[in-house]
Every structure is written in C-alpha cells, then in structure tokens.
T-cell receptor, first 113, second 114 residues
Framework: KQEVTQIPAALSVPEGENLVLNCSFTDSAIYNLQWFRQDPGKGLTSLLLIQSSQREQTSGRLNASLDKSSGRSTLYIAASQPGDSATYLCAVSDMTSYGKLTFGQGTILTVHP | DAGVIQSPRHEVTEMGQEVTLRCKPISGHNSLFWYRQTMMRGLELLIYFNNNVPIDDSGMPEDRFSAKMPNASFSTLKIQPSEPRDSAVYFC????????????FGSGTRLTVV
C-alpha cells in the first residue's frame, strides 16, 4: 500500500527566504508525482506535475524534483512571498492501481512580511 | 475546457435526509475519483472509476454511501441517510490514465449535515 509522507508539517518563514518542502513515498511504481496548493476553504490547484521518467519541473519561482528510486521529491520555492502562504500537498499516481492518487498530509506554509 | 464541474457548491441538510453530489469530469478523461476532506483526516479517497467502472470502493465509509458513473461525463455520490459526521468537503477529480497527465480537481462541495 502506497504511503506518502510530507515534512515538515508546518513551516513559518520571513518573506524573501528560499525554502524546501519534502515528500517521500514508499512504492516507486508511479505514473507521476504532483504538487498541489490549497488555500483555506478552497479547492486544490495543481502546481507542478513530474512524470516518472523526469527528474524535475520548473514553473516560475517553483522547482520540483523527483528521485523515484529513493522515493523522494522536493518542492523548492524561491524568494517566498506572503501570497505563497497555503497548504502544499504532494500526491503520487500509482501504476499498480489504475493511477490511484495518494496524498500526503500536507505542509502548512506561512510567509510573514 | 471548463475543468471538473461539481454541484452543488454548498449543501446544508438535516440528518436522515438523502444527499446527492454531482460531478462532470473533463471530457476525454478516463479516471474519476471522489475524495473527502476533513480537518481531522485530511484527504481520503472514497472511490475511483476507470472507464466508468468502479475499481476500488474500499474507502467508502459504510453502506450509506454509494457512487455511480453511468457514462463518461457524469458521476454521482449519494449519502442515504446522512449523518452529522458526514459533514466535510467532497472533491471530485479526473485524469487520463497516463504518466503524462496529472489530476484536475473540482472546486468541491461543502456538505453540512445538521
């Protein structure tokens, strides 16, 4: 059974800092890994999708890496801003379960001015 | 594409009533998922369909919950009878089963059972 763990559970940083969110998963037979953002009371917004054959993806100030063999992914946020405050969720899509998506518990990020 | 469309956005109902949540996936997607999110338990997968066929419903809490996907463009999640502990946000997501495509989530239905 796939398990996804995110560390840290919560993170508070001053504006302008670069930060790293971590995600680990137990079964490397995945289609892809996806990072989502969720604002309070809102739905999930997809940030980055990394295919199983890829090592990283970039979008603006966001960079996500994937090391499938070790079951790890990181989300790097450069020059953080208060608007980045949200919960960040990592999810993997299982090859062995019709692409079933398994989520981590999320990292609550607060960027203070 | 309008994305994954869920209705209603909010639902308030009395305990014991039947509740039906609706989802229209993105056209062409062949996988559909129903999730429930609560503060205590986070995001829980309830059931998922592949090509309209239910693949795994082990996440469905109990017999009061049922889900159908009569065609590729529509799915329902029904709770009968509803209970206060069913209060949560219910999300629907769809995808094309492939490493090249991620999942798109609907905006969710916030259910409150009083």
């Amino acid at each position: 059974k796939q398990e996804v763990t995110q560390i840290p559970a919560a993170l508070s940083v001053p504006e302008g800092e670069n930060l790293v969110l971590n995600c680990s998963f137990t079964d490397s037979a995945i289609y892809n890994l996806q990072w989502f953002r969720q604002d309070p009371g809102k739905g999930l917004t997809s940030l980055l999708l990394i295919q199983s054959s890829q090592r990283e993806q970039t979008s603006g100030r966001l960079n996500a890496s994937l090391d499938k063999s070790s079951g790890r992914s990181t989300l790097y946020i450069a020059a953080s801003q208060p608007g980045d405050s949200a919960t960040y969720l990592c999810a993997v899509s299982d090859m062995t379960s019709y692409g079933k998506l398994t989520f981590g518990q999320g990292t609550i990020l607060t960027v203070h001015p | 594409d309008a994305g994954v469309i869920q209705s209603p956005r909010h639902e308030v109902t009395e305990m014991g009533q039947e509740v039906t949540l609706r989802c229209k996936p993105i056209s062409g997607h062949n996988s559909l998922f129903w999730y429930r999110q609560t503060m205590m338990r986070g995001l829980e997968l309830l059931i998922y369909f592949n090509n309209n066929v239910p693949i795994d419903d082990s996440g469905m809490p109990e017999d009061r919950f049922s889900a159908k996907m009569p065609n590729a463009s529509f799915s329902t999640l029904k709770i009968q009878p509803s209970e206060p502990r069913d209060s949560a946000v219910y999300f629907c997501a769809s995808s094309l089963q492939s490493e090249f495509y991620g999942y798109t989530f609907g905006s969710g239905t916030r259910l409150t059972v009083v």
